[in-house]
Structure formats: structure tokens, C-alpha cells
């Protein structure tokens, strides 16, 4: 309902656009109106609307009718149902008070629409972001199945990453999920980066083994604080879920599935030591995630720079434009689709 001081703008502004020789019809068009709607509005400068008086529907339930249909909705039996499951058990009792709408209209009027029985209503869980300023501030970590020889049976590998750098700081291997082996990654990691007591986020999805009393104890011990996933929300996780893809889809995994234990473990060594050490990742712009947790990034990108620099003046025609970015972001956060908001949104590693 457009109000009365919104409507004489619209035809003040009609007015002055055919005064300065535009078409009535176009105008109306520039503010999506009709001519029509403006010649309304001209014979009646107020709405009348908001004051009008209309009769009630004729098929609007009395006061005895909707005191029928509270007292069937609040009967014990029905206390905890829904008014879809309350009006086919009436139907049985040969009894029609209204529809499921009827109910549901009935029940919000008398402040009633809550939810019915001890189911608790959804809650909007914030996303978890944190933001990393450099190596060790914040971890993410995950398991995935690796295939065996023997169907139905698999191989756990657990891995922690760091988000800043990429660097697959730890990984094992087990043949069971258990928060006991996830625990002792978690104490060895920190011990080979030298965390033990210092600040450390790790995030995780809401697995068994990584809300396990074990490693709940232990991330407590170590002072780590611990940061999980939306319920059903993957995507929260993202740098762990992306490392997995790399490594299933590279051209180290095998053809074959794992006959042992040890023939995983291998594997997974090979290729923690390929993707720390020789994997030119593409966000941090093609140095490794060992270069960038060492902090060797900046050097060897100003020499990438100082070469495209040399290049582009011994030879400017092949130059339409600047030389390449090599300017590696700052900050990385976890959770990357919320990097537009506004800085405050955002939880910094302690």
C-alpha cells in the first residue's frame, strides 16, 4: 500500500516530466504505474482504504466454533500433535471441526502456534569464523576412508592442517575412528610445532571422534580451543574437504585399493611429503605450504617479481598491462564466503 505522501511525490515528479515535454504514459512507466493509478489518485488524493469497513466472511467461524476447535487441539491425546495429525484422528471420531489452515489460524490467534510437544524449535546457528595472521593459529582437521582390498573394510586417515599456510601438520593412520587416536595426533602436532600451551584453534566437523571425551580432554590440556561445523554443513570445513579431493584426484593416488595398514601409511607419507614440499598451491600463489609455514613465501615471491619486472623492460611490446600479482593475501579465514563481511563478524586466533 503505497502511503499519501509517496503518492503526491509520484505525481509531482509525473507532473514535472510531462511539463518538460515527456509523454503522461511514459512517465508512469519510469515509476511503474499505470495512467490509470495516477487518475485514481488525482479524484482521490486519500486513500480510503486503511479506514474502510468491511463485513466479516460469511463463512468466518464463530465464537463457539473456534472455542471447539481450541478445546480438540488442547485435548491431552492431542496436546503433543500436530493440527495435520488432529484432524484426521477427529475424522475417525466422525467429527469435522475445520481444516489443518482452520487449526493453524485458530491456534496462532489465541498465541498457541508454538511448537507442540518437547521438540525444541530450529535454532540459527552462526557460522564459525576465525582468521588466521600466520602459521599456527589456526587448524582445521578431518578424517576420511581410504579403500582396502577387502570389501566393507577401510582404512582412517586423519589428517590436521594448518589454514594459514595449507601444511598438512599431521597425519596417521588407523584402522577404526576413535577420539583416543585423534587425541595423539592432536598432543604430537603440537609438540612438532612447539603449541604446547599456546594459542590454537582447531576446527573439525561434529564426528564422534572429534567430540570424543578424549580429545576433549586433551584439547583442554593443551590449551587448544576447539571450534566445530553447522550441523549438516560441510562446506564450513572447506580447506580439510578440498585436501581430500586433492589427494583422491591426483596422480598419486593408486589404482588399486590398499592390501595393508603399512601400504596406506606409505602412501600417505609420500604424499604429505609431495604436497608440503613440492605442490605449488594455487592460493598461495604457486609456492608450497612448507615455503609459506617457514615464512620463505615473501622472499621468493619479490624474486618472481624483480624477474617480471627485468623482463617487461628489456622487452615492452610484449607488455599491454602491468606485470603478474605476486602479492600473497594476509590474512586467511576459515570459512572464506564471509570475507566481505564486516571485520567485526570475524573472531581473530587469540
Known amino acids: 500500500m503505497i502511503s499519501s505522501p509517496d503518492r503526491d511525490e509520484a505525481m509531482q515528479l509525473i507532473d514535472e516530466a510531462v511539463q518538460e515535454g515527456a509523454s503522461r504514459r511514459r512517465a508512469c512507466e519510469e515509476l511503474g504505474l499505470s495512467v490509470r493509478t495516477v487518475q485514481r489518485w488525482r479524484l482521490s488524493p486519500q486513500d480510503g482504504r486503511p479506514l474502510a469497513v468491511r463485513d466479516a466472511p460469511r463463512n468466518r467461524l464463530d465464537e463457539a466454533q473456534r472455542q471447539a476447535v481450541l478445546e480438540a487441539a488442547n485435548r491431552p491425546e492431542y496436546a503433543s500433535l500436530t493440527p495435520h495429525q488432529i484432524v484426521p484422528k477427529l475424522a475417525d ?3 469435522y471441526l475445520g481444516s489443518e489452515s482452520t487449526f493453524y489460524r485458530v491456534l496462532k490467534a489465541a498465541g498457541q502456534a508454538q511448537r507442540r510437544g518437547r521438540a525444541k524449535a530450529p535454532q540459527q546457528r552462526t557460522l564459525t569464523t576465525h582468521c588466521a595472521t600466520g602459521p599456527n593459529q589456526v ?9 582396502s582390498t577387502v570389501r566393507g573394510r577401510y582404512f582412517y ?3 590436521m592442517k594448518d589454514i594459514y599456510s595449507r601444511k598438512l601438520v599431521m597425519n596417521e593412520v588407523w584402522e577404526e575412528e576413535s577420539a583416543e587416536h585423534a587425541s595423539v595426533l592432536l598432543t604430537k602436532g603440537c609438540l ?4 604446547a600451551g599456546g594459542p590454537l584453534v582447531l576446527h573439525s566437523d561434529n564426528g564422534s571422534a572429534m567430540k570424543g571425551a578424549t580429545m576433549r580432554a586433551t584439547m583442554v590440556d593443551l590449551g587448544v580451543q576447539s571450534s566445530f561445523n553447522r550441523p ?5 570445513n572447506a580447506f580439510a574437504e578440498s585436501l581430500f579431493r586433492t ?3 591426483c596422480a598419486l593416488w593408486p589404482e588399486k585399493p590398499f592390501a595393508t595398514l603399512d601400504d596406506a601409511r606409505q602412501w600417505v607419507q609420500r604424499f604429505v611429503q609431495w604436497y608440503n614440499e613440492k605442490h605449488c598451491h594455487s592460493a598461495l600463489k604457486y609456492v608450497t605450504p612448507g615455503q609459506r609455514h617457514r615464512g620463505e613465501a615473501a622472499q621468493l615471491l619479490s624474486r618472481r617479481r624483480a624477474l617480471y619486472e ?15 600479482n605476486w602479492d600473497l593475501t594476509g590474512p586467511v579465514y576459515l570459512n572464506p564466503e564471509r570475507a566481505q563481511a564486516p571485520a567485526q563478524m570475524y573472531k581473530p586466533a587469540a
Do not use: F, H
Open 310 to 324: 627485468s623482463v617487461r623492460m628489456q622487452n615492452p611490446e610484449r607488455w599491454s598491462g602491468g606485470i603478474r
Open 157 to 159: 586417515w586423519y589428517m
Open 139 to 147: 587448524w582445521c582437521w578431518d578424517i576420511t576412508w581410504m579403500p
Open 232 to 236: 549438516r554443513v560441510s562446506n564450513d
Open 93 to 95: 471420531e466422525g467429527i
Open 247 to 249: 589427494a583422491k584426484y
Open 192 to 195: 612438532r610445532e612447539g603449541l
